[in-house]
């Protein structure tokens, strides 16, 4: 930490010229102001330069809920990029949900520059989808990384476990819309209807009842993974909206499916930035358990595994060559000590008598 800065906490007690306790309470129901904002976390850090003032009359804060900490992969002026957990919306749908992607994310900004700034969402991941997601911290940036999505510059790659066994790369290109306004289910649109939506599909292992898929996303529909999947015949472990999970061959609980790889354009720089994340531990252990079964073909796909066959007629093996053991002289000529084989000697001819 800078030498020069120190926590809010103790310079508004500088400020107020009482106890600890009191400037810290002060801080957190929304009391100090840091260069004319209200700051509420008493751990910011402050330097010479910021003015740290005490505002009584002000509206009192009520302390907001202690979030759990989120992993961050990049931060900048302009944008935060995070690893989202699985079972957590990105943003709340009714005002008793307080612990989201945007909450937490939030309150890790606020605790890095001690202030408090406005989290933009520019995408979204269900909530049972884990993975790299960016935000934008500035409606600047949140307009310039729109434009990336809606242009499809953005780079997204998805794993997922889907049941059966996907026969080779598959690429989809059907529309997808909603049947109706506000429904939770999204569908393919027949007559041309919906939304243009393409996704390329890659096997990567082969898991027994289970395949391990990479899925490339050609544009960014409302469950286009899980729709064009369903769609393939091939759905998503544990999804109940597109599948049936009552009779996948294997569960971890949720939809399994993570969102692995995401690059944009920096917004101000226009550096290519990218992030690859692996899957939690829920996914992996589950590929991992499987690998070990028999069957399994865990790189990649199960065609490419087979051995080569030797061409008709021709009269090649496919067994690992062996070296043929010489065999061992008649005569008593064994090797010698320095390993070098000796000629026998040929028998004298009887002499006549």
Same mark, same amino acid.
Do not use: C, W
């Given at each position: ?10 310079? !508004?007690?500088? =400020?107020?010229?009482?106890? $600890?306790s009191?400037?810290? &309470?002060?801080v ?11 700051v509420?976390d008493p ?5 010479? +330069?910021?003015v740290?003032?005490h #505002?009584?009359?002000?509206? +009192?804060?009520?302390p907001?809920p202690k ?7 990049? =931060?900048?002026?302009d ?6 957990? %699985?079972?957590?919306?990105v943003?709340? @749908?009714?005002d008793?949900e307080?612990?989201?992607v945007v909450?937490r994310?939030? !309150?890790e900004?606020? +605790?890095? @520059?001690g202030?408090?700034r406005?989290? &933009?969402v520019v995408?979204?991941l ?5 993975g790299?997601l960016?935000?934008?911290?500035s409606?600047?940036?949140?307009? &310039?990384l729109?434009r990336q /999505?809606?242009?499809?510059?953005v780079?997204?790659r ?8 996907l026969?080779?790369?598959?690429r989809v290109d059907? %529309?997808?819309g909603r049947?109706?306004?506000g429904a939770?289910r =999204?569908?393919?649109a027949p007559g041309?209807g919906?939304?243009?939506?393409v996704?390329v /599909?890659r ?7 289970v ?10 529909r409302?469950h286009?993974v899980?729709v064009?999947l369903? $769609?393939l015949? &091939?759905p998503?472990?544990g999804?109940?909206v $597109?599948g049936e999970p009552?009779?996948?061959p294997h #569960?971890?609980g949720?939809?399994?499916l993570? *969102?692995?790889?995401?690059? /944009?354009v920096?917004?101000?720089t226009?550096?290519r930035l ?7 531990p ?5 590929? !991992?358990?499987?690998?070990r079964?028999p069957g *399994?073909h865990?790189r990649?796909?199960a !065609?490419?595994r087979?051995e080569?066959?030797a061409?008709r007629?021709s009269?090649?093996a ?10 061992r002289?008649?005569?008593g000529?064994?090797p010698?000590?320095g390993?070098?084989?000796t000629?026998?000697?040929p028998?004298r ?5």
């Open positions: 930490m800078d030498d020069a800065k120190e926590r809010l906490g103790r310079a !508004a007690q500088r =400020a107020l010229g009482g106890s $600890y009191r400037a810290k &309470h002060e957190l129901v929304g009391h100090v102001l840091v260069n004319g904002a209200v509420a751990g910011a850090l402050v330097g010479p +330069r910021d740290v003032t #505002s009584p009359d002000l509206p +009192r804060r009520t907001a979030l759990p900490p989120i992993r961050v992969l990049h =931060a900048d002026d944008v935060l990029v995070v690893d989202k957990p %699985a079972g957590l919306l943003h709340p @749908t009714s008793s307080e612990d989201t909450s994310a939030g !309150a900004v606020e +605790r890095r @520059t202030r408090h406005r989290v &933009h995408h979204r269900d909530r049972e989808t884990s790299v960016v935000l934008a911290l409606h600047a940036a949140a307009e &310039h729109q /999505f809606r242009a499809h510059t780079e997204r998805y794993v997922a476990l889907v049941r059966g066994s026969a080779g790369e598959q059907r %529309a997808i049947p109706r306004p939770r =999204a569908a393919l041309g919906g939304r243009r939506a996704t /599909f096997p990567l292992e082969r898991l027994g009842a395949t391990l898929v990479e899925a490339v996303l050609g544009t960014g409302t286009q899980r064009h369903s $769609y015949g &091939h998503v472990l999804d109940s $597109y009552a009779s996948d #569960s971890i949720r939809v399994a993570h *969102a692995e790889t995401l690059a /944009f920096q917004p101000s226009g550096e990218a992030f690859r994340q692996p899957p939690p829920d996914f992996s252990d589950l590929v !991992a358990r499987l690998r079964r *399994a865990p990649g796909d !065609a490419s087979q080569p066959r061409p007629g009269g090649a496919t067994r690992p060559h062996r070296p043929r053991t010489p065999r002289p008649s005569g000529g064994g010698t000590p390993g070098t084989r000629r026998p000697k028998a001819p009887r002499r006549r008598s």
